[in-house]
């Protein structure tokens, strides 16, 4: 892994572990209710490992021409564990033509949650299910700066509790290692930059 995959990982990580802290002004919930923290988690998380293995795929060796449009096409996988079992896999497809100047790339692929199970509140959520994403990573001689969607249906399961099965339609940039994501995952609006 790179450095910075490593932090992307070191700061996800993190994150989780604040999600799933108790918090005793918060209000108690039944523990069968999927929740906001749940739903901010879960896109996060999502999130992240698309951007990861987005990232992945650039290198050193793909630069601008002054003189001719230089083709990118690459297919990168991206596999987390989640915070208590089972894991979370991207795979991220990058392509068209990068010029001198500000070039826009093709992104697409998809996300699947496999029993990926998050911890807190004194009970278990596990996501099974995909998500397609689809956008634009713009490429310039300073950076790079992603805005693409990511849809889809998710099964969950709350122990103790219920499951059931749910939509996510979820927005996310990501510019200046700053990432931000709006959306609902499972009716619960989700908001933020990390």
């Known amino acids: 892994m790179t450095q ?31 929740s906001t923290s749940d739903a901010e988690a879960i896109a ?8 990861g293995a987005m990232e992945s795929g650039f290198t050193a060796d793909i630069g601008l021409s002054a003189s001719a449009a230089v083709p990118v096409d690459f297919s990168r996988t991206n596999t987390h564990d989640c915070p208590v079992a089972g894991t979370i896999t991207s795979t991220v497809e990058v392509s068209g033509d990068m010029t001198q100047g500000p070039s826009d790339l093709a992104i697409t692929g998809s996300t699947t949650f496999t029993d990926c199970t998050r911890g807190g509140q004194e009970r278990t959520v596990t996501m099974n299910g995909e998500l397609v994403h689809s956008g634009t990573v713009t490429v310039t001689e300073t950076g790079r700066e992603a805005n693409f969607s990511m849809t889809g249906e998710l099964s ?3 122990e103790p509790g219920e499951d059931g099965s749910c939509t996510v339609d979820l927005t996310v940039t990501f510019a200046d290692g700053s990432r931000g994501v709006e959306g609902t995952v499972c009716g619960r609006e989700v908001g933020g930059t990390s």
Do not use: H, K
Request: aromatic residues 4%; hydrophobic residues 55%; negative net charge.
């Open 44 to 51: 996060d998380l999502a999130a992240a490992t698309v951007i």
């Open 156 to 158: 969950w399961n709350i």
């Open 4 to 34: 910075r995959q490593l932090r992307l990982l070191a700061i996800l990580s993190a994150l989780l572990i604040v999600a799933g802290c108790d918090d005793s002004s918060a209000p108690e919930l039944d523990p069968g209710t999927f």
